[in-house]
Nanobody
Framework: VQLQASGGGLVQYGDSLRLSCVAS????????VGWYRQAPGKERELVAI???????KYADIVKGRFTISRDNTKNTLALQMNSLIPEDTARYYC?????????????????WGQGTLVTVSS
């Protein structure tokens, strides 16, 4: 599975962005998928994950502001980000596991996109 993320950019405090991730190579409707991010000098961290059955987990810091979604007919994954804050500045990666459900540990995800940079100015 190849993943291609897009949609990042430079925005201001309180703005919204929508990230997209397109999968190719094989369908990922049977796999868990997710978004992770990595800020400069920090470890990669969970943003949101979704099982193949639609079970979702968000990082506490993004709950109520971000929404993960998937369209299995188009083999795409999205992350709607609202009320962005400077602490959301990071490179965002989409990921896919090889099982229907995976926990928040990023090592559970086998396939990764190249990342898209989100910068939020204050």
């Amino acid at each position: 599975v190849q993943l291609q993320a897009s949609g990042g950019g430079l925005v201001q405090y309180g703005d919204s962005l929508r990230l997209s991730c397109v999968a190719s190579g094989r369908t990922f409707n049977s796999y868990a998928v997710g978004w992770y991010r990595q800020a400069p000098g920090k470890e990669r961290e969970l943003v949101a994950i979704m099982s193949s059955g639609g079970r979702i987990k968000y990082a506490d810091i993004v709950k109520g502001r971000f929404t993960i979604s998937r369209d299995n007919t188009k083999n795409t994954l999205a992350l709607q980000m609202n009320s962005l804050i400077p602490e959301d500045t990071a490179r965002y990666y989409c990921a896919a596991a090889t099982s229907a459900y995976s926990g928040p540990d990023s090592t559970s995800y086998r396939y990764w996109g190249q990342g898209t940079l989100v910068t939020v100015s204050s």
